[in-house]
């Protein structure tokens, strides 16, 4: 099995003076994920090399046992030191895309038409695929072969609004991720802020927040290993992975058909 992940180029945090990036546990806990079960990783961003780190997700309050292991593994930091040019990635050659967040990719993922096309290309090839967080974002623009919303009508969730409030930067982010989705037509699920929430609807796979980057990850591996027998009512995960995804929809809110 041969997974992609899509990181952030962007390190500029609006117009605050200060750096962002990728936020470290959404990379390193799916990672792990993937390694641990045996797949090859492959690392990419828009303009290749080493993708920006958000500093604060290094910070001690927000380290994880899962960040101090990518930090300690020669072969992940290397794999990070040399990530391949998204522009060079050929959908075909992967099972699956995975997009970690952080607030990088507000300024270049959610609008790079490399990553949309690339998108656009898994949902075409019927494969299952995840966002988490602010990556959801990268949702609002990818379609279907028809050209309609790929996001239309489906479950999804992704950084909330009130978690954007509580950490301060819903004046500097180009949009809310949450408020964006539902103007896009999909239903917006969403538990209290910084809870594991993940959604599967169809072939995509969504994460909250950063503590639901890991349970994403291990939903994409059972949606592959379940080779498309994935759940479509109510953007819902298989029965089995309830428990341990915290994936029961409360607070679900929706637009009308034509409100975007």
């Known amino acids: 099995m041969k997974i992609l992940m899509v990181l952030t180029s962007h390190d500029e945090l609006g117009n605050t003076g200060k750096k962002t990036g990728f936020w470290l546990e959404e990379l390193a806990a799916p990672y792990f994920v993937f390694k641990d079960a045996g797949a090859e ?3 990419a961003s828009p303009k290749g090399g080493e993708p920006p780190l958000d500093p604060k997700s290094n910070e001690p309050s927000f380290r994880t046992d899962l960040t101090r292991r990518f930090e300690a593994d020669p072969a992940a ?3 990070l030191a040399s990530t391949v040019r998204l522009d060079t990635v050929r959908q075909g050659d992967y099972d699956s895309v995975f997009y970690p967040g952080g607030h990088g990719p507000m300024w270049d993922l959610v609008d790079d038409k490399t990553s949309t096309v690339l998108l ?6 019927g494969k299952a695929f995840a966002v988490v967080c602010h990556s959801s974002g990268a949702l609002h623009r990818v379609k279907t072969p028809d050209g309609t919303l790929f996001i239309k ?7 909330t609004n009130g978690e954007e409030e509580e950490v301060g930067l819903t004046k500097v982010v180009p949009f809310l991720v949450e408020d964006e989705l539902l103007n896009c037509g999909a239903t917006f699920s969403k538990v209290k802020n910084w809870d594991v929430h993940t959604v599967a609807d169809g072939q995509l796979i969504t994460g909250q927040n950063p503590a639901s980057s890991g349970p994403a990850a291990s939903l994409l591996l059972e949606m592959l ?3 498309g027998n994935w759940p479509h009512a109510h953007g819902r995960a298989p029965q089995a992975s ?3 995804h915290a994936a029961v929809n409360t607070g679900v809110q929706q637009l009308g058909a034509g409100e975007f």
């Open 120 to 125: 656009e290309s898994f949902v075409a090839a």
């Open 242 to 244: 309830l428990a341990n």
């Open 41 to 43: 990783i492959v690392l």
């Open 153 to 159: 009508g489906k479950t999804v969730t992704g950084f």
């Open 225 to 227: 290993a379940g080779k």
């Open 77 to 79: 930091k290397a794999q």
